[in-house]
């Protein structure tokens, strides 16, 4: 439709960059403002594709207002007239056989035709002014807006503000829709009526020559004949027909299966949802640290230094993000292998209540200072711990209910995995907060025990046994060897919960004792390589399915860290080498690919995996690519540079060097840290948005014609 003078849409987005922000001397950069520059390519990366986005979706209600308005104010009559003459072929069928059912013969009915055209003027300007918004500021030599920490604290105001206003735009398009489809469903009614009351002998034979020219199609033949081609010398059989090119490869889509009860369904979405919204939140702050690093100064607040906020983000990413996106596909994988209904989706609501409610406490309590001793990973204070307690007790007895109303003979080893690793959680909890054997000393091994058996009894035990499902039934072969399996189940049990010493290397703690976690740690290259040995021979002659699906590559990410980083834990826990490393931020980079690597690219496979069945809906799949390598090369940028940087720091504190001068050493790596944890940030973002477009519950703009067919098929049952 054409738009008048008054409603033509023409949205101007003006980014005026300001030389008072950008142009500045080139003695000021030098002296006074060298992380500047990369603050706002920062402010460039996140917030100006946020403004486009916005701007796009601005657009987008504007003309949906304008178009929805212009249609209201057609008269019905014209409406019917243009829906009659734009009926398709399915609807002229069900046209004809109503009228041949109705009428005499000779009347037929009645329409017209109707090309429904719309034109949106779609224009986005980026103007750039140098000279007319320049200013001379020689003589200032300090700029406020240059400063690197009043740049982040922007960038970290305006997020919330800017995702705050995309949603509030997408909830107003959806709102615009649903409003104006109770419009069309009446409209669809009163067509339906039209449709059996119309009386005109001349539209049968429209809609006829219409329905034959919608139906007709090219033989292919037409100039090339009928008789086949003499081909002497291979010119056209020769030809080979695989001539597809795509810029980037196709991935199959998600195979559907039959769906869960909406009651578990929606639990299991909820724990997702949860799940991501800690993730972005957590990263959010973990980028933070990481700018903190190369801009010490940005802000002078105690409740975001440096000292309170790390173990805000560790905990968030360990309780919040991983925690709950494990249980959620628990929740998935425990009924499915069991063959059998969750027990209590009731104790599930519970669980995850008491979860989020830990999560939220638990930072606010490490901010304001309130915090547990420092004890790493557990720096929530037992109250607060308490709910996560009862929210693992609540989550143990519902699988262990569900596994006992199993209708299969066998327990499947994921269940295995699953239940144990609920069992030792709750273990190590009330070891390390029960106050009766921490004093001194023990009080440094009860935190070695659970820091440790915190990562391998809870995240690595557990998301073994996610992998023990999702691998075999991704590549739809069953697992290569199930006494694999079990060996390496009960080896891990053996040998993983000895080694927590082995942080404590050289500590005054008893010689035996640290010899014992050396002798654990390296017992456990034999749960990792049967572990590894099992998953890639499942993978054997089956790899090129990896280039085909958007899942397995995340999987096989998950396998490969769990290899390579476990071998790399037993090398850390030699005295030479944990000499060397200790203390460092080697621990950091080790700690982030297992974490990471490990868990959070299995829970990620997870997740592309179950919602789309639980949904009906598949992610953008160029966008999982961009998450995906965003993701992994954003993680070597942050691991590798910490490696080498912290090595080198081990070696000049064995030197005897000044401490200073290791600090000197580690900028440039703490600035590859910042980048690298920059592109991780930016995948959770990526992450966010496709399992947003995976869940979300979009208003369908309905078709009047459609609906006024359904209306009749219903009234004539």
């Known amino acids: 439709m054409k738009l008048n003078k008054k409603n033509q849409i023409a949205f101007l987005v003006f980014i005026v960059v300001s030389k008072s922000a950008f142009s500045q001397n080139a003695n000021n950069i030098i002296t006074d403002d060298t992380n500047s520059l990369g603050m706002w390519i920062l402010f460039s990366v996140i917030i100006i594709p946020i403004l486009f986005f916005i701007g796009s979706l601005y657009i987008k209600f504007r003309s949906q207002v304008v178009e929805n308005q212009d249609w209201l104010n057609q008269s019905k009559e014209k409406h019917f007239s243009d829906h009659l003459k734009n009926l398709d072929k399915n609807q002229i069928n069900q046209f004809m056989k109503l009228k041949s059912e109705n009428c005499c013969g000779d009347c037929k009915g009645k329409g017209a035709c109707h090309s429904k055209k719309t034109t949106a003027i779609l224009s986005v300007l980026l103007v750039f002014s140098t000279g007319l918004f320049a200013q001379n500021f020689k003589e200032q030599k300090e700029n406020f807006f240059s400063q690197p920490g009043i740049i982040i604290v922007i960038i970290l105001t305006l997020l919330p503000v800017l995702l705050g206003i995309i949603f509030a735009l997408i909830k107003s398009n959806n709102a615009v829709k649903t409003y104006f489809n109770k419009s069309k469903t009446i409209e669809a009614e009163k067509f339906a009526q039209h449709i059996k009351e119309i009386d005109d002998h001349d539209l049968e034979e429209q809609l006829s020559k219409r329905k034959a020219a919608l139906e007709f199609n090219l033989t292919n033949s037409e100039l090339s004949g009928q008789e086949t081609p003499e081909d002497k010398i291979g010119i056209v059989t020769n030809v080979s027909h695989k001539h597809e090119v795509h810029f980037t490869a196709l991935k199959k889509k998600a195979v559907q299966k039959p769906s869960l009860e909406p009651n578990i ?50 905990n968030i990413v360990f309780w919040g993000w991983a925690s709950l996106g494990m249980i959620g596909l628990g929740y998935y994988v425990v009924p499915i292998v069991s063959n059998a209904k969750i027990y209590s989706v009731k104790w599930g609501w519970i669980a995850l209540i008491l979860t989020n409610l830990m999560v939220i406490l638990g930072s606010l309590c490490l901010m304001a200072g309130i ?104 590549i739809n072969k069953p697992i290569y060897a199930y006494s694999l399996g ?38 456990m290259i034999i749960p990792v390589v049967a572990a590894t040995i099992n998953f890639t021979m499942t993978f054997k002659g089956q790899w090129h399915k990896v280039t085909t699906s958007y899942t397995l590559p995340f999987f096989l990410v998950a396998v490969v860290y769990y290899f390579i980083v476990s071998m790399q834990g037993t090398a850390e826990a030699f005295k030479f080498t944990n000499l060397i490393w200790h203390f460092t931020d080697f621990t950091v980079a080790h700690a982030h690919l297992g974490f990471y690597g490990i868990i959070t690219f299995a829970l990620w ?17 160029h966008l999982v690519g961009a998450h995906f390598w965003l993701a992994f090369i954003g993680l070597l940028f942050y691991a590798i540079p910490l490696s080498v940087g912290a090595t080198l720091r081990g070696l000049m504190w064995m030197e005897g060097k000044p401490f200073i001068d290791s600090v000197v050493l580690m900028f440039d790596y703490w600035l590859w840290r910042a980048i690298g944890g920059s592109l991780m940030f930016i995948s959770h973002l990526v992450f966010a948005f496709n399992f947003y477009k995976m869940t979300m519950k979009e208003v369908v703009e309905i078709d009047v014609k459609e609906e006024a067919f359904k209306i009749l098929q219903t009234q004539t049952k």
């Open 265 to 314: 369904a929606k639990l299991i979405l909820w724990y997702f949802g949860c799940a991501t919204f800690w993730l972005v939140v957590g990263t959010g702050i973990g980028e933070y640290l990481g700018i903190k690093f190369v801009a010490p100064d940005v802000d002078q607040y105690s409740w975001l230094s440096f000292g309170r906020l790390r173990p805000v983000h560790t």
């Open 371 to 474: 915090n547990n001793g420092g004890g790493e990973f557990r720096e929530y204070i037992w109250p607060v711990m308490a709910l996560f307690a009862v929210a693992l007790i609540l989550t143990l007895s519902n699988f262990i209910m569900t596994v006992a109303k199993r209708t299969t003979k066998e327990i499947y080893i994921s269940n295995w995995y699953i239940v144990s690793a609920l069992i030792f959680t709750i273990i190590v909890a009330l070891t390390a907060y029960l106050p009766f054997w921490q004093d001194g000393v023990s009080e440094t091994i009860v935190q070695g025990y659970f820091m440790h058996s915190g990562v391998g009894m809870w995240f690595t035990l557990y998301t073994l046994g996610l992998l023990y499902y999702f691998i075999p039934q991704q």
């Open 486 to 523: 079990i060996l390496a189940f009960w080896t891990q049990i053996i040998f993983y919960t000895i080694i927590g010493t082995h942080h404590f290397v050289f500590a005054p703690l008893p010689w035996w004792l640290q010899t014992v976690a050396i002798v654990g740690s390296a017992g």
């Open 605 to 621: 496979g997870g997740f592309y995996v179950v919602i789309p069945r639980l949904t009906g809906k598949e992610p953008p799949q």
